[in-house]
């Protein structure tokens, strides 16, 4: 079954690659989407694929990559749209 989350991160997560390791994970696990820095300090990213896969990316999500701290995680299910054709790393609010 394919799923769609829509995630923000928040805690150490900008400056520690968190935006490209995302990027590497979901495209190991076969998924779509983006991940991006937000003003605030939080990273926000949308992943759309199989069941299993968004769910390991979510729970890799709750811990980051080596130097990242994750201190809060909000996951919000969306309507699957198969809108992507691969993983990207957007760089402002317009990507």
Not at 6 to 23: A, D, E, W
Not at 71 to 89: L, S
């Amino acid at each position: 079954m394919k799923k769609r989350m829509h995630i923000f991160v928040s805690g150490r997560v900008q400056g520690v690659f968190f935006r490209s390791s995302t990027k590497d994970m979901a495209q190991e696990l076969g998924l779509t989407g983006w991940v991006r820095n937000l003003g605030d300090g939080r990273v926000e990213a949308v992943f759309e694929g199989e069941q299993g896969g968004v769910e390991k990316m979510i729970q890799w999500c709750r811990r980051g990559p080596e130097y990242a701290r994750v201190d809060n995680i909000e996951v919000i299910p969306e309507r699957y749209t198969g809108e992507f054709k691969g993983f990207a790393v957007r760089h402002s609010i317009s990507d």
